[in-house]
């Protein structure tokens, strides 16, 4: 019976150091898991900043030059002389007035 009860003992503790390695186990897994989630969003946070403003420049530089565009045809200036000055289309200087 002693020896039955110190192998009780001895399983009991197996089982409850098993129980805590687990515990710890599943906790760093989803701590780990969260800073991953949370890196990520940041990452994507971040580039999606960069990828807005590089489309804002880009969205200005047109705009920018459409307004030379019209003010290059109110004065009169020929079509072909505007595309070649603005970088614009032909068809886009057209669409203008």
Do not use: H, V
């Not at 990452?43 to 530089?61: A, C, D, S, T, Y």
Request: aromatic share 4%.
């Amino acid at each position: 019976m002693a020896y039955d009860m110190s192998l009780k003992k001895k399983w009991d503790e197996y089982s409850i150091k098993e129980t805590a390695f687990n515990d710890g186990k599943q906790e760093g897994i989803e701590e780990g898991i969260a800073r991953g989630i949370e890196r990520g969003i940041e990452r994507g946070i971040e580039r999606g900043k960069e990828k807005g403003k590089r489309e804002g420049i880009e969205e200005g530089k047109r705009e920018e030059k459409c307004a030379i565009a019209r003010e290059l045809l109110k004065i009169g200036l020929p079509i072909k002389q505007i595309a070649a000055t603005t970088g614009l289309t032909e068809e886009e200087i057209k669409g203008l007035s």
